[in-house]
């Protein structure tokens, strides 16, 4: 039947003989193919760890990590220039949020609403659905939360989780040393997150404080995001684990593999 598959993937709107919607199938492939993002929280504290992509030597790596809100904030793999879109409507939510209720938007509400919007474009002829899926991490008088979306419009209450390219190594770090999380420090749960996404690359590339970002949120802290100088030290105690020293991106690393052009910019 894969020969048929044309006729079925017009639109979102249309089954398949096996009962599939292909349209939402090639936008969680996009998730797929973007470039890996890492999640993961204790009892106090939500990390988000990021691997950020760069067309060429000649320009910036992409963001990889939106703020929305002092307390919640979202990391993303897939189709880049969706992202901005959802930020500015999940922002927005939480303006009006706080304006209506004098509070922030709870992390969960935040997600079903987002979720909501999502599962809409599966449902109407002439759009398609988002080509990215967002692991959403916030804190509040509840305690820390980490949800997973996806472009089908569901979501996931998750410990630790890992989207993108080669997720899949990540995962497995994070399944291995899940019952550590728990009760793990600060330190301890981003130099987690670091291992799990260094799982993810090549061979032949490391992190660095160009292809990294990393995001903290916490009961006792606000959203904060990491980036470039500010992820050295992170990166110096990843690298002392293994003998090695810290280093800003090489040529080898900004040059593209196959595999890394397979949704761009992520």
């Known amino acids: 039947m894969a020969m048929f598959r044309g006729q079925y993937d017009n639109d979102v709107t249309t089954w398949s003989p096996q ?20 999640g993961l929280h204790s009892a106090t504290h939500a990390v988000l760890v990021a ?16 703020q ?10 897939g189709l880049t220039a969706d992202a901005p879109i959802i930020y500015h409507y999940l922002r927005n939510e939480c303006l009006d949020f706080r304006y209506a209720n004098n509070e922030s938007m709870p992390a969960p509400h935040m997600v079903r609403d987002l979720c909501r919007r999502a599962q809409r474009r599966t449902q109407r002829y002439g759009g398609r659905p988002y080509g990215v899926g967002l692991l959403l991490a916030g804190a509040d008088h509840a305690g820390v939360s980490l949800y997973q979306t996806c472009p089908s419009g569901i979501e996931y209450a998750c410990k630790a989780m890992a989207i993108g390219a080669r997720s899949q190594s990540a995962r497995t770090y994070l ?40 995001a903290i949120v916490g009961v006792d802290m606000g ?44």
């Open 175 to 214: 399944e291995r040393h899940i019952g550590e999380l728990g009760g793990a420090s600060l330190p301890d749960l981003v130099q987690h997150g670091l291992r799990a996404l260094k799982d993810t690359l090549p061979a032949e590339a490391e992190l660095t404080n160009r292809n990294v970002s990393i």
């Open 223 to 266: 959203f904060s995001v990491y980036e470039g100088d500010r992820v050295d030290s992170y990166l110096a105690e990843l690298k002392a684990e293994t003998g090695g020293t810290p280093s800003t991106e090489t040529s080898r690393e900004r040059a593209k593999t196959p595999e890394s052009m397979e949704v761009e910019a992520s």
């Open 68 to 77: 929305l809100d002092d307390h919640v904030g979202f990391a993303f793999a």
């Open 19 to 38: 009962g599939r919607l292909h349209q939402v199938e090639y936008a969680m492939e996009a998730v797929n193919q973007g470039s890996a993002v890492v």
């Open 51 to 66: 691997l950020k992509r760069s067309q060429d030597s000649l320009s910036e790596h992409q963001k990889k990590i939106y």
